[in-house]
């Protein structure tokens, strides 16, 4: 059974880094495209970044782009997404999903209809 669990979350002042990691099981994490999202309180669930299954092309949010990096290490079916020059708008519960879709990535950022299988989350606060 395709389990993901998001771990790496806590709190962080303004201008700080975290990175967060996506571990996997019972799946190949290679064949899957896996997308991070992001939910604040009162706000519809948004993409984050995504990293393609075969290529490893990878996407990001205007909001987040050149701020946020994706990565994976198949061997280890994690996908990390290290965050830099965190602003307190980035305060949310991050999630992780994972999707066989060739589509899932999008143009621009992930798409969420196209993901089934999602991690319980782990909260992000960005505060001073």
């Known amino acids: 059974q395709l389990q993901l669990v998001e771990s790496g979350g806590g709190l962080v002042q303004p201008g700080g880094s975290l990175r967060l990691s996506c571990a996997g099981s019972?799946?190949?994490?290679?064949?899957?495209?896996i997308g991070w999202f992001r939910q604040a309180p009162g706000k519809e669930r948004e993409g984050v970044s995504c990293?393609?299954?075969?290529?490893?092309?990878?996407n990001y949010a205007d909001s987040v782009k050149g701020r946020f990096t994706i990565s994976r290490d198949n061997s280890k079916k994690t996908v990390y997404l290290q965050m830099n020059s965190l602003k307190p708008e980035d305060t949310a519960i991050y999630y992780c999903a994972a999707s066989r879709s060739t589509w899932a990535c999008g143009w621009t950022s992930p798409v969420i209809s196209h993901f089934s299988s999602w991690g319980p989350g782990t909260q992000v606060t960005v505060s001073s």
């Open positions: 990293i393609s299954s075969s290529s490893g092309r990878t």
């Open positions: 019972g799946f190949t994490l290679d064949y899957y495209a």
